[in-house]
């Protein structure tokens, strides 16, 4: 059977570091209508977290642009997010994935936003191509609580 979208949202702000706070509780407050646990819901705020910071620091660079943020739920308990930029592009998306791989070691990146978001997700797609900005989707289903007796 097919999954229904429940809700969605969508936000766009300016790629300021600021934002990244900012993306991180819309992210949490989004999806505590599903009642995380407390681990799902903070492998969220970092795996958007990372997302949106690499779309400041990494796809604008020095520049000013926007950072797009879609979010959605579906009836299966699935939390999906989009971070989309129209800044650089990545030429070598399977090389950016890569841990420890950094277009700015100088102001000491690590590396390792993709991995980080990998492992607290349950999937992760990357669309970039130079000149044309890039697309994170990453998805996770949340677990079921156990309804508590009354």
Known sequence: MKSTVVNEVRLAFPSVSANEAFARSAAAS????LNPTFDELSDIKCAVSEAVTNAIVHGYRDALGEVQLSMKITD????????????????????????????????????????IIENFMDSLRVVSAPGKGTRVIITKKLSMLPRVKG
């Open 30 to 33: 989004f999806c505590a209508q």
């Open 76 to 115: 299966d308990r699935v939390f999906r997010a989009e971070i989309k930029d129209k800044g650089c592009g990545i030429s070598d998306v399977e090389e950016a994935m890569r841990p420890l791989f950094t277009t700015d070691p100088e102001n000491e990146r690590s590396g390792m936003g993709f991995t």
